[in-house]
């Protein structure tokens, strides 16, 4: 009789072996602080529950991962057991059962990676996940730079800049490119770590120590301890350490003995941490100003220290060039920064020494692996989109405290304080009330232009969209006296509505700074789900710190610089994310902020800043408005004039921005020191062409300070370098004394050609005022049409003018962006009168390239 065809043809049993790991608070004290580890071929959570019979328990599932190894075998939790007790951690035996091990989930993942690899791992080694895409792009790029340089030159010493944003993976990867150096035979078995800001330690180690690849490398710090003389030879050693510790000075001025072991090594990697330090400092600076003395001296000792302060001038007279300073031997250069804009106005890098991952890179892969991948994981997810919303305050508030040619809205005289017997209270306090009142959409006389308009536009505290995000906020003032004041009005009776909120206060006195100022902010958060709170700063905890739950921040304090203001802006694009919510799936993350807001009241300012920032992450592109689009993309700019709230495209950013402010801060665009370089090689390349030195004779001043003044300080320049290098801590102190005059007169030098150049520069905007070809290049109109205009307004013949851009003297990068400016300002300045320059499609000549903006 024929067989059915069930039997015949049988599905196939669908195994799905895994092996897990649970714990709970409520089975007996002797497990308590354990995991119970298991195996199943079943669902994992109906697997726990039946283990359990009738005396169900609540749990949580700790670990939940496959059991097979790459040949199809499979690992046994008996194995798991085994080994975890080979490593020293108890089998707690109690009734019977011996599934149970006192343990943590990163050592049963551990020893479940060291089965699959057949391999021992030390420490916690058991993450296997590999790089994203644009990691791995960073690593291949840097190593063919490093390649190529070395294949020219054996004895090169390359560099190479990450301009990544936080949350790229910076340490990681880092740590990557290392390892395939090493695999292809670059060599990078000693790898030192530099940074300005010793709190990012953390993810050093923590990367270091989990990872399958980095397992059997050796990690060194002041923290941790330990003798570098000490450590095995043939494995990987990294050594972290602060500026202000290892190339910190004794009271002498001589380099601290118990460092002088750095100088002996020649390190295969170096790594500069936190790279944007010129405008770091000065962005730091710019945040403490208005704390109280003693916080700003904290803050200035622990932040800047006078040892950076040093490395910053030797920074700038060697043009920027680190190993000038640091006496330490390399074979390689790794620059990494979120914000290094500076340095790449300065064009130390070129393209091919550069790899960029912007928060705009950021956001277009997170959409693009959203719509490629709809039910994937997304491994960008977790990080949210930022909107910036802007307020135009009603005129009774910006006449009290307003600035400039534009009566911009100044923040910072508007939440002015004073303290009279130790109680702070607001200068203008009516009009500081009536500001609450706006943001919760209660104030009767814009209620009343909302009725008349049939709008409601959306305020930070009264739309119910935008409250959610306003559950834990941080608010930005000017000084430390605002913060006191914003205290005390919120408290006051008449406004109930805020009293729902915790309001933390981290400039007050007492509380510490950097890491120190977290913990208030942590308590009166908690878990983030049942409270409310606002965090009130002049400049704490606004760089290199994470808060999860913050999800919004209010700007209320004049910022000038773009990296200062975005650096903060940054701190409410922290994931908040929770894991395994329901205590049955280890892999389930649950995103809890998808988006996050920025709040501005001085809508020239922000939108100035904007255009910088855009600018700024795109400064290969010689169309200012394409960069700016590209943010706007991924950063949406909601404007309130007064009567709507409209978005504002990339045009609209540029207008605003540009025609919002005045001539001469334009024209202080053109006495910008980074229009021109004076840095040592710079200078060789004049003294070496005699065509160029008689050009930069015939600019003003120039003839007196003399043909020589290239060759002065070039040479003791040089000289001094060298004499520090080779003596180091030997100089007697009549050496340091002549070194030191030396010293003073070469800068002084430096920057009187400095000036001159400067002030050569500052006649171009005056040639751009008496020309009409606007559509034209201001290299063609200098070269073609009006070259006799230029030698009658600047002194410098067409020729002389070329050579000096060709020798890198006049940077043409920055008179694109800064003609740029001064015509889209013109433009704007020519639209009052009731002309219209440009009908359509409007083009701007630049220095050298022409743009095309849609009209």
């Not at 078995?189 to 330690?201: G, H, Q, S």
Request: hydrophobic share 40%; glycine share 6%.
């Amino acid at each position: 009789m024929p067989r059915p065809d069930s039997d015949l043809l049988p599905a196939k049993p669908e195994v799905n072996p895994r092996l897990y790991a649970w714990s709970s608070d409520e089975v007996a004290r002797r497990w308590r602080g354990c995991l119970k580890v298991g195996q199943t071929s079943q669902d994992v959570n109906t697997r726990i529950k039946q283990s359990q019979g009738q005396a169900r328990v609540d749990y949580v599932l700790e670990v939940d991962e496959p059991a097979e190894r790459e040949d199809a075998s499979l690992i046994t939790d008996a194995e798991v057991r085994r080994r975890l007790i080979e490593k020293g951690f108890e089998n707690v035996v109690f009734e019977s059962s011996t599934e149970w091990m006192r343990c943590t989930a990163d050592d049963v993942h551990t020893a479940i990676a060291e089965l699959r690899a057949g391999k021992r791992y030390e420490g916690t080694h058991h993450a296997t996940f590999g790089m994203r895409d644009e990691q791995a792009s960073a690593v291949e790029k840097t190593l063919e730079y490093f390649a190529s340089r070395w294949a020219e030159d054996a004895d090169a010493v390359p560099e190479f800049l990450w301009n990544a944003k936080m949350r790229f993976g910076k340490t990681f990867t880092t740590y990557q490119l290392a390892k395939r150096m090493q695999q292809g035979g670059m060599g990078a078995n000693r790898i030192l770590v530099m940074t300005f800001k010793p709190a990012v330690e953390d993810a050093w180690d923590t990367d270091l120590k989990t990872h399958v690849d980095f397992d059997g490398w050796q990690y060194l710090s002041r923290k941790t301890g330990g003798d570098p003389a000490s450590v095995d030879p043939d494995r990987p050693l990294v050594f972290f350490g602060s500026f202000q510790d290892l190339m910190g000075r004794d009271k002498s001025g001589n380099f601290k003995p118990k460092h002088a072991w750095l100088t002996e090594i020649m390190w295969d990697l170096v790594v500069f941490d936190e790279y944007h330090f010129g405008a770091w400092r000065d962005a730091a600076k710019e945040l403490f100003e208005g704390e109280d003395d003693k916080a700003k001296k904290k803050a200035t000792d622990d932040e800047f220290s006078a040892d950076l302060e040093t490395f910053a001038e030797n920074l700038e007279e060697t043009g920027m060039v680190e190993d000038e300073f640091v006496p330490i031997k390399a074979r390689s250069y790794l620059y990494l920064s979120g914000t290094p804009f500076k340095v790449l106005k300065e064009g130390r890098f070129i393209e091919e020494q550069i790899f960029n991952w912007t928060y705009t890179d950021e956001q277009r892969a997170k959409a693009s692996f959203a719509a490629e991948h709809p039910a994937g994981k997304n491994p960008y997810a977790s990080l949210p989109e930022m909107r910036l919303l802007t307020y135009q305050m009603p005129e009774e508030l910006v006449a009290i405290a307003s600035q400039g040619e534009f009566d911009e809205f100044d923040l910072n005289a508007f939440f002015e304080a004073t303290v009279v017997d130790g109680i702070a209270e607001f200068v203008h306090k009516n009009d500081v009330q009536k500001w609450l009142d706006i943001i919760r959409g209660q104030y009767a006389p814009t209620q009343i232009d909302f009725l008349r308009a049939g709008t409601r536009p959306p305020f930070p505290y009264s739309d119910v969209r935008l409250l959610p995000y306003l559950q834990h906020s941080i608010w930005m003032l000017p000084r430390t006296a605002s913060c006191a004041a914003m205290v005390n009005l919120l408290a006051e009776p008449q406004n109930a509505f805020w009293h729902d909120y915790r309001v933390v206060n981290v400039s007050a006195p007492g509380i510490g700074v950097g890491l120190d100022a977290l913990p208030p902010v942590r308590e009166a958060i908690g878990s983030g789900f049942d409270t409310k709170t606002i965090t009130l700063t002049v400049g704490k905890l606004t760089t290199g710190v994470t808060v999860p739950q913050w999800s919004s921040i209010l700007m209320l304090r004049n910022l000038q610089a773009p990296e200062t203001y975005f650096q903060a802006a940054f701190r409410v694009q922290s994931p908040w994310t929770i894991s395994n919510p329901d205590g049955d799936d280890p892999s389930r993350v649950d995103v809890l902020k998808p988006v996050c807001f920025v709040f501005d009241f001085a809508p020239t300012r922000a939108l100035r800043q904007m255009s910088e920032y855009g600018i700024g992450l795109a400064p290969e592109e010689r169309n200012p408005e394409k960069a700016v689009e590209e943010l706007v993309k991924f950063l949406p700019v909601l404007a309130y004039d007064g009567s709507n709230m409209t978005q504002v495209d990339a045009g609209g950013i540029l207008d605003i921005a540009m025609a919002g402010t005045s001539a001469t801060l334009l024209a202080r665009k053109w006495e910008s020191a980074i229009l021109v370089n004076v840095d040592n090689a710079t200078l060789r390349r004049i003294m070496d062409d005699p065509a160029a030195m008689d050009a930069v004779m015939n600019i003003e001043g120039f003839r007196a300070l003399g043909s020589n003044v290239f060759e002065t300080v070039v040479n003791k320049s040089d000289a001094v370098k060298k004499t520090k290098k080779e003596k180091g801590d030997d100089l007697t102190p009549a050496e340091k004394k002549v070194l030191s005059e030396e010293e003073k007169e070469y800068k002084s030098k430096r920057k009187q050609i400095q000036e001159k150049l400067i002030k050569f520069a500052t006649r171009i905007p005056a040639f751009m005022y008496l020309t009409d070809y606007r559509e034209n290049t201001l290299y063609d109109v200098i070269t073609k049409i009006e070259p006799e205009l230029f030698k009658a307004v600047t002194g410098l013949t067409v020729d002389d003018f070329n050579l000096l851009v060709g020798l890198g003297v006049f940077n043409a990068g920055h008179m694109n962006q800064a003609v740029f400016a001064f015509r889209r300002y013109e433009d704007a300045s020519l639209s009052y009168t009731g002309i219209e320059s440009h009908q359509g499609l409007r083009r701007y000549g630049l220095y050298d390239t022409v743009v095309a903006v849609e009209g």
